[in-house]
């Protein structure tokens, strides 16, 4: 009886320390997110403030007045020619560009940061005896994914504050060898992984034209920011759309490369871990001359491959891009995963009806059913159990 008694006193006494066990853990696991969540915040509301303040401090230096109106107002062509010939000079274009980014930011806050080291790298590029060359002194916007050195890489989350990157991305590094000058980032979903733009830390980007719609995503503030007027072209990122959607929203021109066409060594990704949704980089730009441009100055002569040896060395071919072979080109005009809206279909039979004008075939045909395709989309994506997205 006695040994019944001491054994039922020892089971019981075993289940109120795991008892208490368990709960000392659970209240030292909300000790922990409490304490966390106010670290957080405190890091946010400091990123804010000098946020605010860098952005006052900046607007009291560079106003856009005549002179700098007149180096924005430039085409593309007259621009290069203008700084190759040195009639303009690095920094003027530099001072007249981070002017109408104020001004635009103030319309549909599209910058994250500005890049303070962009004085400096004009300096340079003003100093020199030659042009370094043929984008020297053309400022442009890098998306908030994508590594410039002493700058952070968010994704909209706050952890990522106060981490500057060590060293550029590939693609920044190849377009300040041809003598551009990265002058700001630009913002993105949280998770740069929606087509939307709005994150803790920055806000919400608008569209470029009307704020009362969405700039597209994930490379929304490229899009927004070339868009209205704020940069000749920017660096974005495209898995299932993140160059093209914004740049269709705002009403300028991207393409996405093929795969591993762009080196990607210095991009952060949003899924590190997942295998079967690859992201490549690319250019949201004002027109497709732009893009074609710069294109085709980053992929010749190997460029890439000085930084990221697994970049493939295939040079641009003229003779294809200028080729006038007739194509064979399909086309639809709506899903029923995401249905056209406003003159978005109308706008896809113009421009059927513009390549058919050359002497295209145009060949109408329904993708497979996209919802499947989406489901598919989502479980590559969240493969790892959404764990990076957690963590």
Not at 116 to 135: F, I, R, T
Not at 147 to 172: C, F, Q, W
Not at 216 to 233: I, N, P
Not at 291 to 308: C, F, I, W
């Amino acid at each position: 009886m006695l040994g019944t008694v001491v054994s039922c006193f020892i089971c019981l006494t075993s289940i109120a320390v795991t008892a208490i066990s368990g709960l000392v853990i659970f209240f030292a696991k909300l000790i922990f997110i409490d304490n966390e969540k106010n670290r957080l915040k405190k890091i946010l509301n400091r990123k804010k403030n000098e946020r605010e303040e860098e952005f006052a401090r900046l607007r009291s230096l560079y106003k856009l007045e005549a002179e700098q109106q007149n180096v924005i107002s430039l085409s593309w062509d007259d621009l290069i020619e203008k700084l190759q010939k040195r009639e303009l000079t690095a920094t003027q274009v530099l001072q007249a560009y981070i002017g109408k980014a104020l001004e635009v930011s103030e319309k549909c806050n599209p910058i994250t940061d500005f890049i303070p080291q962009a004085h400096v790298w004009a300096e340079e590029l003003d100093n020199l005896n030659h042009v370094k060359g043929p984008l020297h002194g053309v400022p442009f916007c890098v998306k908030d994914d994508t590594n410039v050195i002493g700058m952070d890489t968010t994704h909209g989350y706050v952890k990522r504050l106060y981490k500057p990157a060590t060293e550029s991305s590939v693609i920044v590094k190849v377009l300040q060898d041809l003598g551009a000058i990265p002058f700001c980032k630009t913002n993105v979903p949280q998770t740069v992984f929606t087509y939307g733009s709005d994150n803790l830390i920055f806000g919400t980007t608008t569209n470029s034209h009307n704020p009362k719609l969405s700039p597209g995503g994930s490379s929304s503030g490229t899009g927004a920011l070339v868009g209205a007027g704020g940069s000749l072209f920017g660096t974005g990122t495209d898995i299932a759309g993140s160059l093209r959607i914004p740049a269709h929203f705002n009403g300028v021109s991207s393409i996405k490369p093929t795969l591993g066409r762009v080196g990607s060594k210095g991009h952060v990704s949003s899924l590190p871990n997942v295998i079967g949704v690859e992201i490549v980089f690319g250019i949201i730009a004002q027109n497709p001359t732009i893009v074609g441009a710069v294109s085709k100055l980053m992929l010749e002569n190997q460029r890439q491959t000085v930084h990221d040896p697994l970049a493939l060395p295939i040079q641009w071919s003229t003779d294809a891009f200028e080729s006038k072979k007739k194509l064979r080109i399909g086309y639809f005009t709506s899903l029923p995963y995401f249905p056209t809206m406003g003159d978005s279909g109308d706008m896809v039979i113009k421009a059927k009806e513009a390549l058919e004008s050359l002497g295209h075939t145009l060949v109408p045909f329904q993708m497979p059913d996209s919802f499947n395709y989406m489901k598919m989309i989502v479980k590559f994506a969240l493969a790892d159990q959404a764990r990076h997205f957690k963590e």
